[in-house]
Nanobody
Framework: QVQLVQSGGGLVQAGGSLRLSCAAS????????MGWFRQAPGKEREFVAAISWSGRSTQYGDSVKGRFTISRDNGQNTVYLQMNSLKPEDTAVYYCAAHDQSTVVTASVMTYAYWGQGTQVTVSS
């Protein structure tokens, strides 16, 4: 089992940037591919980005392509989400998640077994 603790987030103006971090503890970090999801009030949880254990494979949701970048540092057991050119519609609670199959990069929320506590990102217009 892996435990995920998120940091970062907060309030930023439109056009600004934020970086989210998700630190893992417990089982070996490279056993997992990692993902980021977000959920706005009254909406379903939405896929943002995912990365394989090695970092060589990534996938992004259509709404964030070209603006967000997912990365990981296996030496630090941490996955990051760099968010640039933020828009008010990016406002949501963001969650990191771990997938048991380390080579799988997927947007399927139901296949992620472990979740961080969530962190609020608010983008003002």
């Amino acid at each position: 089992q892996v435990q995920l603790v998120q940091s970062g987030g907060g309030l930023v103006q439109a056009g600004g940037s934020l970086r989210l971090s998700c630190a893992a503890s417990g089982r070996t970090f490279t056993r997992y591919s990692m993902g980021w999801f977000r959920q706005a009030p009254g909406k379903e949880r939405e896929f943002v980005a995912a990365i394989s254990w090695s970092g060589r494979s990534t996938q992004y949701g259509d709404s964030v392509k070209g603006r967000f970048t997912i990365s990981r540092d296996n030496g630090q057991n941490t996955v990051y989400l760099q968010m640039n050119s933020l828009k008010p519609e990016d406002t949501a609670v963001y969650y990191c998640a771990a997938h048991d199959q380390s080579t799988v990069v997927t947007a399927s929320v139901m296949t992620y077994a472990y979740w961080g506590q969530g962190t609020q990102v608010t983008v003002s217009s």
